[in-house]
């Protein structure tokens, strides 16, 4: 194939992904409905990286459990960089390090190549589950001053660094492809964290998760029910209009969702069908009424009181969540990092950290590193499972 021909069917490729991640996140709005999105947009003002080499001690595969585990709890205390690694979990038991990945300062991006290749030479109906592990080197995010020689030189270090908010969020969007292979064998995901003093394991909080904090939950069941209703109103609504209707919407949308659209546009009949075309369109004014676009929201709903009254209650569960999003911040930064680093955690601080993540949909757990060196699916294997 020709220089030109590959560079067409590239751009096709790459078109037909970014519609395939805008039927994503509506697939992802309907399944776990606005709340878990709008968690998701105010912790992405959370976490700030910094740059770094690429230096982590890798991974490999054919590592035995405790050399692979032993390889990165080593790597928490040697490398200012983060790195990534992933364990199979079989339903025979049996577990394996499928690779890693090394990061940068504060950053790490899971390899999704490595993860689907992996999961890829099973068998359907094999896996159990992925465990996908990260660090948290005392030197990389720069969270408070500390005194490295202190704590790097001494492994019974009490500073402890929880999952941050580009971890938790990650837990809810996972890669269309590891998506595909895992729910093909019911598999599940866990994510775990290795800081200088712990190993944390976290994941997208259950319904029966939520319950057992009656509070947490009579909370949320309202403003799912609200936001259910927001999103059928929207949906109905998008039905309703015309192309040309859609396309005076369109017009209001921010430059880089019009960026997206006037792609598809220009490509329409060559890369996309028609309905292609619309159901993207619906799906971009969808989204952007969800991240609150102000000029948007008056278009959209002028003369529809119903809809602008769903949208206040909307609002209002968002700017709940970013409220909650700024309590789980000094909860985690503000209390849970200093009082490890000067050894005055807590029980009861311990339990208020469990809730402020359960309060944006995620379960979180922490272990000592000698209560997991030894048995992967301790680790790598929910109870319920």
């Known amino acids: 194939m020709t220089p030109e021909g590959l560079s067409k069917v590239s751009q096709e490729v790459s078109l037909k992904e970014n519609l395939f991640e805008a039927a994503d996140r509506a697939d992802t709005i309907r399944k776990w409905g606005l709340l878990p999105i709008a968690t998701a947009l105010a912790l992405t003002t959370i976490s700030t990286y910094k740059e770094g080499s690429a230096q982590a001690a890798e991974v490999t595969p054919g590592m035995t459990w405790e050399e692979g585990f032993n390889a990165l709890r080593d790597d928490v205390f040697t490398n200012p960089n983060e790195q990534a690694a992933y364990v ?8 394996y ?3 890693s990945t090394a990061g940068q300062r504060g950053r790490v991006l899971p390899s999704t190549k490595t993860i689907t290749e992996a999961l890829g030479r099973e068998a359907p109906g094999s896996l159990q589950g992925l465990c996908s592990f990260h660090t948290h080197p005392p030197r990389s995010g720069g969270l408070i001053s500390i005194d490295e020689k202190r704590v790097l030189g001494n492994r019974a270090t009490t500073f402890s660094v929880p999952p941050s908010g580009g971890d938790v969020g990650a837990t809810k969007v996972v890669d269309r492809e ?5 729910e093909r064998s019911n598999a599940y995901t866990v994510d775990v964290i290795f800081d200088p003093s712990r190993v944390w394991r976290h994941r997208i909080a259950t319904d029966s998760d939520l319950q057992k904090s009656p509070i947490v ?8 029910a609200n936001s259910e209703k927001y999103r059928s109103h929207i949906e109905t609504r998008l039905a309703a209009f015309s192309e040309s209707e859609l396309d005076q919407f369109i017009a209001l949308l921010g430059p880089e969702d019009s960026r997206f659209i006037k792609m598809v546009e220009s490509n329409r009949g060559k890369i996309f069908s028609d309905s292609e075309v619309i159901q993207s369109k619906k799906s971009a004014v969808q989204y952007a009424l969800i991240k609150n676009n102000v000029a948007l929201i008056a278009a959209f709903f002028k003369n529809d009181t119903k809809g602008a009254d769903l949208q206040k209650l909307w609002y209002d569960a968002l700017k709940e969540v970013e409220r909650e999003s700024d309590s789980w911040n000094d909860v985690v930064y503000g209390q849970w990092v200093p009082a ?7 029980q009861d601080l311990y339990k208020k950290l469990q809730e402020a993540y359960l309060r944006l949909g995620v379960v979180l757990e922490s272990f000592t590193y000698e209560e997991v ?5 301790k680790l790598c294997k929910w109870p319920e499972r």
């Open 178 to 182: 590891i998506r595909a292979l895992l």
């Open 373 to 377: 060196a030894k048995d992967p699916l």
């Open 97 to 99: 390090w499928s690779g």
């Open 88 to 95: 199979i979990v079989k339903k025979d038991g049996t577990v």
């Open 340 to 346: 490890s680093y000067e050894g005055k955690l807590t």
């Open 217 to 224: 939950w009579n909370e949320l069941a309202t403003r799912r």
